[in-house]
């Protein structure tokens, strides 16, 4: 409806239980920066947030927040698994 809103929301990331998503991990954690993981991590959710709350409206937005969690979690979860 083009009326600004400020959504306010906290992220968990979690490290997948597979053997393969642990490997990566670590070796991730190991040879970067845990600044610029934060960061990174920290863009990945609020983009995927706000291209997801751009779709919603108001009324949905306050009325559907577990769907925006699940979206949010479904949009951003692939580019998360790649750092």
């Known amino acids: 409806n083009g009326v ?3 959504v306010e929301a906290v ?3 979690r ?3 597979s053997e393969e998503a642990v490997q990566t ?3 991730r954690f190991l040879t970067s920066d845990l600044n610029e993981l934060q960061r990174q991590i920290n863009e990945i959710l609020a983009g995927s947030l706000r291209g997801i709350t751009a ?3 108001v009324e949905d ?5 577990d769907t925006l969690a699940r ?3 479904e949009e951003a979860g692939g580019d998360l698994a790649r750092i």
């Open 55 to 57: 779709t919603m409206t």
């Open 4 to 6: 600004p809103v400020n």
């Open 15 to 17: 490290i997948g239980s």
């Open 11 to 13: 992220g968990l990331v």
């Open 61 to 65: 937005l306050n009325s559907n927040r």
């Open 71 to 73: 979206s949010v979690v």
């Open 25 to 27: 991990a670590v070796q």
